[in-house]
């Protein structure tokens, strides 16, 4: 797969937007079950928030593509457990994705008053 054309995030004052996140390990191969690569893509986006001093709890907004649709019960089992009772705006569709190995991916907008 060639490197894509893309920014792994923008910040626009008070607001940052993610690129759609995909489960790459260390290595950047795509491995896993839907919770591994939904409990990995979520570690990602709370990594690249604190970048710009946020985190997982200023997710206001996710955008989600499913491979499979039988895989939304154990992926929303690990998206509640990674934002615990805090419940971000969600859309999920089923899609196939470009990437080979992807189950998931996940874009977020988060932001924050200060």
Do not use: C
């Amino acid at each position: 797969m060639s490197k894509p054309h893309l920014s792994p995030y923008v910040r626009n004052g008070n607001t940052v937007i993610t690129s759609g996140q995909l489960a790459f390990d260390d290595t950047g191969i795509i491995s896993g079950d839907i919770t591994e690569q939904t409990t990995r893509i979520l570690k990602r986006i709370d990594s690249l928030l604190a970048q710009e001093g946020m985190g997982l709890q200023n997710v206001g907004k996710t955008s989600v593509w499913l491979v499979n649709a039988a895989d939304f019960p154990a992926f929303n089992d690990a998206y509640a457990a990674a934002f615990g009772d805090r419940r971000p705006a969600r859309s999920t569709v089923v899609s196939a994705l470009t990437a080979p190995g992807a189950l998931i991916e996940i874009e977020a907008m988060a932001w924050t008053d200060a």
